[in-house]
């Protein structure tokens, strides 16, 4: 038996070149703020977090998260550490309970939940390794010969921009698009009309034949998203994604009675809110956040959860521990896939910080059935455009 050792949390600062910022590229919950400048600002992450956990015999599991990554790393480093090291890493769902129990009255979601989550991803990385086997293989093994995965880019802007970007994607064999919202009730009818407008343009692309999503990333509210979901439907939306803001769950689940399946748990935490949302038949498709919600453990019961209600569940954002619980679960369809681009939101660091990250290729993704853990590790390639602070 090994033992954890030392758990390493590191904050990655890209100070590297951006996509500068455009305007109504996808509306968000500060668009019902009276303010000035960029919405969007607080929402962009152009930081990251590792964790690696190490066992007595040099073994390092590496996790991840990407939301507040400097108070995350607080977090891990002042808490969180001292209830992991010393333990045996496969007794998993102990240091997981502990983790969470220990800090409950104040890390149950938000920040705390994200820090257990980059240990657990961590944890399974590193039994991945110890065992020579891949994480999927742990899960429940190969549920599909190939992982498809849906192109999750196409942010608001002009029509042609969002055309051209579509078609490209279009020749490289995607059989799903993402596109963003633009505009919100703040924005009034002619907003509803630019919204439109776009969506029909990007059903001019790519057609009728490949799934079509939409998200609105809590820009909206009630009243506008009731307005908005009749004048969506001739487009067939596969399904639209976070209308309103996270919390309101009754919205959520007023909305997922109509035409439109309605998705969402991407801003939700741990087992107990994700089951809330399904108990509430909030969401026709569940989308959390594995280095949010608790990682790999939780996920899982989720994913059990889930499947008994009969709700589709499509991780949020892409990168390896997702890929993995896609693989190993039936319930799981499809990967969100962002492609490899020049940093704009944030969501491209992880093709700079790690390498091991799979490439689509004809619209699907491939894991490896004799690579062990996630398959990731850190790179040194861009190590220039980063500072990293321990």
């Excluded at 969002?162 to 703040?186: C, D, H, I, T, V």
């Excluded at 290729?361 to 455009?385: A, V, W």
Aim: glycine share 10%; with cysteine; hydrophobic share 40%.
């Amino acid at each position: 038996m090994t033992r954890i050792k030392s758990v390493r949390a590191r904050v990655w600062n890209w100070t590297g070149p951006t996509v500068p910022p455009s305007g109504n590229f996808c509306s968000n919950a500060s668009d019902a703020l009276w303010d000035k400048g960029d919405a969007m600002s607080s929402f962009r992450f152009h930081q990251w977090l590792t964790c690696e956990v190490e066992t007595e015999d040099g073994t390092i599991g590496i996790g991840n998260a990407a939301l507040a990554p400097t108070v995350v790393k607080k977090a891990i480093d002042d808490w969180y550490a001292a209830l992991v090291i010393g333990e045996d890493p496969f007794d998993y769902a102990y240091i997981w309970e502990k983790m969470y129990r220990r800090t409950h009255a104040w890390g149950r979601r938000g920040i705390g939940m994200t820090a257990i989550s980059a240990i657990d991803i961590a944890i399974w990385d590193l039994m991945g390794k110890l065992t020579g086997k891949p994480v999927f293989k742990l899960l429940g093994g190969r549920t599909k010969e190939k992982i498809p995965v849906y192109y999750s880019k196409l942010y608001a802007g002009p029509v042609e921009t969002m055309q051209a970007e579509a078609e490209a994607a279009l020749k490289q064999g995607y059989q799903g698009f993402k596109s963003r919202f633009g505009y919100g009730p703040k924005d009034g009818m002619s907003g509803m009309r630019e919204n439109l407008k776009r969506v029909e343009a990007l059903r001019e692309v790519i057609g009728y034949d490949r799934d079509l999503m939409l998200e609105a990333y809590m820009g909206w509210n009630l009243d506008y998203t009731r307005r908005m979901l009749p004048k969506l439907e001739k487009y067939e939306p596969r399904w639209l994604e976070e209308p309103v803001i996270a919390d309101d769950i009754r919205g959520y689940a007023e909305l997922n009675k109509g035409p439109i399946p309605i998705s969402g748990g991407e801003h939700e935490f741990g087992l107990l809110g994700c089951a809330q949302l399904l108990q509430s038949g909030a969401v026709s498709v569940l989308q959390y956040d594995t280095n949010r919600v608790g990682g790999v453990t939780a996920a899982q019961k989720i994913n059990a959860v889930a499947e008994a209600h009969q709700v589709p569940v499509i991780p949020h954002a892409g990168q390896m521990h997702n890929y993995h619980l896609t693989m190993a679960n039936l319930n799981c369809p499809i990967s969100e896939y962002f492609p490899v681009f020049d940093v704009e939101v944030g969501n491209e660091l992880f093709y700079y910080i790690f390498d091991g990250e799979p490439v689509a290729r004809d619209g699907y993704l491939q894991l490896d059935d004799d690579t062990p853990g996630l398959g990731i590790s850190i790179s040194d390639k861009h190590l220039e455009n980063f500072e990293v602070m321990e």
